[in-house]
């Protein structure tokens, strides 16, 4: 229907254009296309959906809200031309919907619908006829954007085109030769048709389709890559004429190594990578092994094209060899000589070599002379071999190009075809499913790791549907992240390392469910290789869920939990505090060295964290990671840092392990260029480990209620009284004798150690309930670890100094028996001989409404209880420095006095030291300061009289040329004075007497 009633108006304007235009001078001239006459036509409509009926399954919900997304993504227009393209964007805009309200109580008569129009005319009837006409809101314009655009960079560009308008409104978008990607951006209220016409093809899709093309080279650059390869068959073709093979030469070198901002290229790289790329082509199309003479020939090309030596097989015998010389060579080299050579043989041979070289080298300069039999021999092979290639001239020369722009990307800017390149794009897709989430939850998409065997220039992109997805990569070496901008990673330059890099795609589902969908990894560049994935991205994910409650301490630890692993783990680690504004620390400390460290607000995510087992003399210091039936007959090696129960249970599960866990294993312990893994890492590695997990509470940032205060003190009890070793109201019983020393010491190792007795005991402080108080201050760690290898991890309660401090008063009781019994009496007698009760005080109503009113606001500090009992204060007089008793002080005397006169005189002269060598220090900068100002100034004179030197050598040899002409002109003008002069008096009568005169003389 848009199509005929533009072809309608098109016919229309197009009678009335002279008469319009001629009659009066528009402002403006609207001018109407038809669709017909383009031959590439693509359009795009979309539609919103109005009152879109409610979904009570969440996941038919999520699935529409998804497609409603996939919708609404951009559109991209690819134009790729030897000419320029002219392209009409026409942009329609449905900025407003008009509707009859129906009343529902007036839409039935007599149980009969009425129609609308009926409804219409008794609304109207019922109005006023004084009644002003509805005023209608003026509707949101929708608008168009165009603008060019790169998935390899961040730069939003200048926007070519912009249209806003809430009806119809077109452009004509004019774009040079080349190849051009335009991003459409369009908005509008309900809904927007966007036509695109043009007689240069071009394609209007979405972005995978795009982006298939965008891999493609584009046509500048396969012109310029064959015509540069036609030029050097020109230059072979002309090898036989000395002066047309010099001009050949120069274009061939001019558009390998063109010139940029009048600076020529080091074609030292570019002419290698040429050479080599075409030596080798000629060495397939010959089999591999090429005769001598298209040897010679090649060599003598390239000698003088490039220093670099290119290797040729060369076929061993002759071509037509002598009957049985063929033979005699073949076994010279097939019996190599039994004993080593002497001196004199080396020697021999190196000069034989050497006269060798000179020969061939002769030779070749020989060859390379026009008009000569060897030139003329080696130009005849050398447009023979060059007949094998002309076929595939396209296709070496693309390969050529891409070399040389990978090995010196910096470079592409100096050829022709760089405007198109830079959007040039290579990809590789990995895809997946993520499971259902719950509401109010983080998860991840995926989890893996990649490497790259060179540096590459690469943008991962994700493709899942969730508005909150991003994606973090982590450096294993180095655990530093790389750097994204608004939760959107930039394109990067990712170095090859030892343990590749993590990619995570996380996300948070909000107030619904998120039901399980598709997810699409894409990794892009331009000119360098694709990363590779090792092993396999990871979707499903064993998660271990830690909760308990916040103790607070005077070292503002939160929690410290061991990490025991048979095998090199990969984990993730999602940390959550109750208190959204707290600041917390998470630290991954190793052997108490800090491996990690994180600073966070209200949670804290540690994206990747390999976990290193202890490695062993017998473990392999180099695993090859191709052979997966080989992994499987090394035997597992057994924990060393696990106690022995750990290890029991742990060892049980990690005895026989499937081909892709432990390939996954060794794909995340590093990897060398060469593709080997490396089974030690470093020097430390070859230590025991002991990783801890421990997150502190930063700047007090986590204050308590007293209500929760209360619930504090009774877990502190708690933990008190789990740390008794006997009952304090059962005395211990005495034993007959005492114990040894040799049994003392003895015990106090074993308590030092964590022995049997610590193994015993090893249970966390708080024992786990099935109720737990969300109302308290608590926290939560989650640790994600690949379902495959869940078995391989274990977390446990870092309790060392618990049970550290058990097992010593353990020592102490075996060592005195009853001493904790004697303990407790001798400080129930204590605070009973010097405790005082506290007056009883009718209490303020003032004060008390006050305590009330801030019962509940959190503190760092807890509240302070009324007790009724409380100690007599200690007389600290007689401890205090320089009090001998009965209120006298100890006198300094003379000696002592001299001394500290001494130490400050001392102290002062340093001072007075440190001081004058800041002045000086100043002074002498000042100088400088002052020398540099000079010497500016010097300069700048110099840099005049230099100016000056110039201005005169271009000032006198015009002056001495004006001179010589103004002498030139005055001369002419003299000349011509001299003959007006001689006319004026030829002209002028002689008088009569004169005449007389003469006639007299005669």
């Known amino acids: 229907m848009a199509e005929s009633v533009s072809e309608n108006m098109a016919e229309s304007v197009s009678e009335n254009m002279a008469e319009s235009v001629s009659e009066n001078m528009a402002e403006k001239l609207y001018l109407f296309h038809k669709p017909s006459t383009y031959k590439c036509k693509q359009k795009v409509t979309d539609l919103k959906a109005q009152g879109t009926p409610q979904v009570k399954d969440k996941k038919a919900a999520h699935a529409a809200s998804h497609a409603t997304s996939e919708s609404k993504s951009p559109m991209f227009l690819f134009v790729d031309s030897r000419e320029s393209a002219e392209i009409v964007v026409s ?45 209608y809101p003026a509707p949101p314009p929708g608008v168009l954007t165009v603008e060019p655009y790169s998935w390899n960079s961040t730069v939003f560009n200048k926007p070519l085109l912009t249209l806003k308008t809430t009806g119809v409104k077109g452009a004509l ?108 082509g000629i060495t397939a199309a010959h089999g591999n092994q090429v005769e001598y003479p298209v040897w010679f020939a090649w060599k003598t090309l390239t000698m003088g094209l490039s220093s670099t030596q290119f290797h040729m097989p060369v076929i061993a015998a002759p071509t037509n060899p002598r009957p049985g010389e063929a033979d005699k060579v073949i076994a010279s080299f097939d019996s190599p000589p039994e004993r080593e050579p002497s001196l004199e043989e080396l020697m021999s041979a190196v000069k034989i070599q050497a006269s060798w070289r000179g020969h061939v080298t002769r030779k070749m300069i020989k060859a390379r002379e026009p008009g000569s039999l060897l030139n003329e021999s080696a130009h005849t092979t050398l447009v023979n071999s060059w007949s094998l290639l002309e076929n595939s001239l396209e296709t070496v020369g693309l390969s050529i190009f891409k070399s040389i722009i990978q090995k010196e990307l910096d470079q592409l800017e100096r050829y022709p075809f760089s405007k198109e390149e830079w959007n040039f794009v290579s990809f590789a897709d990995h895809q997946g499913q993520y499971a259902d989430t ?194 499987k007959k090394q035997p597992s090696p057994k924990p060393t840092s696990t106690p022995a129960a750990d290890a029991k249970k742990l060892g049980d599960s990690s005895k026989t392990k499937p081909a892709e866990k432990r390939a996954r294993r060794l794909s995340t312990s590093g990897a060398d260029k060469d593709g080997k893994h490396d089974g030690r890492q470093s020097n430390d590695d070859d230590e025991a480990h002991k990783f801890v997990i421990q997150v502190k509470v930063l700047r007090k940032s986590w204050p308590l209620t007293p209500v929760q205060w209360s619930f504090v003190e009774a877990q502190r009890e708690k933990e008190r009284s789990e740390m008794r070793v006997t009952e304090p109201d059962v005395p211990a019983k005495p034993t007959a004798g005492a114990p040894s020393k040799d049994k003392i010491s003895a015990v106090k190792m074993l308590g030092k150690k964590g022995g049997k007795g610590a193994a015993k005991d090893n249970k966390p402080s708080r024992p786990a309930s099935n109720h737990f108080e969300s109302s308290q201050a608590h926290w939560v760690m989650r640790f994600y670890s690949d379902d495959s290898t869940k078995d391989e991890v274990d977390l446990k309660k870092d309790m060392d100094r618990i049970e550290e401090i058990k097992a010593t008063k353990r020592a102490w009781e075996d060592a005195e028996p009853g001493r904790a019994a004697r303990a407790a009496e001798s400080r129930k007698k204590y605070i009973k001989d010097h405790s005082v009760r506290a007056e009883d005080e009718t209490g303020d ?44 002080h100890l006198h300094l005397d003379e000696e002592v006095k001299k001394q500290l006169e001494e130490r400050r005189v ?63 002109e005055k001369k002419r003008q003299e000349e011509l004075a001299a003959l007006e002069a001689a006319k004026e008096k030829e002209k002028t009568p002689k008088s009569p007497k004169g005449k007389k005169a003469a006639a007299k003389r005669k």
């Open 91 to 135: 942009f329609h805009s449905l900025s407003r919907w008009f509707e009859i309200p129906i009343n529902p109580t007036e839409g039935t008569k007599g149980g009969k619908p009425t129609s609308h129009a009926t409804s219409l005319e008794a609304s109207q009837s019922q109005a006023p006829l004084s009644s002003p006409p509805q005023e």
């Open 173 to 280: 978008l004019c774009l040079p030769e080349g190849r051009h990607v335009l991003k459409f951006t369009m908005e509008a209220p309900l809904g927007f048709h966007v036509d695109c016409l043009s007689n240069t093809p071009f394609t209007f899709a979405d972005e995978d389709t795009v982006m298939s093309l965008v891999e493609k080279e584009s046509f500048r650059f396969i012109d310029y890559a064959t015509r540069t390869m036609k030029a050097f068959g020109d230059m072979i073709k002309a090898f036989n004429d000395d002066t047309s093979f010099e001009e050949r030469d120069h274009e061939f070198k001019q558009m390998l190594c063109p010139a940029f901002d009048g600076k020529p290229l080091d074609n030292r790289m570019p002419m290698e990578t040429f050479l080599h790329a075409v030596v080798t």
């Open 438 to 631: 719950p509401p109010q939850t983080w998860f991840m998409l995926f989890r893996g790791v990649f490497g790259c065997s060179e540096p590459t220039f690469m943008l991962p992109k994700v493709y899942s549907g969730l508005p909150t997805c991003f994606v973090r990569v982590i450096d294993n070496d180095t655990y530093q992240e790389v750097p994204r901008i608004f939760h959107k990673i930039t394109p990067h330059y990712y170095l090859p390392n030892r343990n590749g890099y993590t990619i995570i795609a996380e996300s948070k589902s909000m107030l619904e469910l998120v039901a399980g969908s598709k997810w699409r990894l894409r990794f892009l560049t331009s000119f360098s290789v694709l990363p590779t994935i090792r092993g396999e991205l990871c979707a499903t994910f064993h998660v271990r869920e830690i909760k308990d409650y916040y103790i607070p301490n005077r070292d503002d630890v939160v929690m410290r939990y061991k990490v025991h692993i048979t095998e090199d783990h990969l984990s993730t680690i999602h940390f959550v505090a109750s208190k959204s504004d707290v600041c917390i620390q998470l630290s991954i400390l190793d052997n108490e060295r800090e491996m990690l460290e994180l600073e966070g607000i209200g949670q804290i995510i540690v994206p990747a964290f390999v976990f290193r087992r202890d490695r062993t003399l017998s473990d392999p210091i180099v695993v090859e990671t191709a052979q997966p039936e080989e992994r």
């Open 845 to 888: 109503e003032s004060a008390a409404s006050d305590t009330e009113g801030r019962f509940d606001d959190p503190s760092n500090d807890p509240p302070v209880q009324k007790q009724k009992e409380f100690l007599q204060p200690i007389d600290t007089t007689p401890f205090r420095k320089n009090y001998i008793g009965n209120g006298q």
């Open 906 to 968: 001392l102290e002062f002269n340093r001072y007075r030291e440190w001081r004058e060598q800041i002045l000086k220090d100043r002074e002498e900068d000042k100088k400088k300061r002052y020398q540099e100002k000079m010497k500016q100034v010097e300069t700048c004179l110099h840099l005049q009289e230099r100016l000056d030197a110039a201005r005169t050598a271009i000032i006198e040899p015009r002056e001495v040329i004006r001179q010589r002409i103004l002498e030139a």
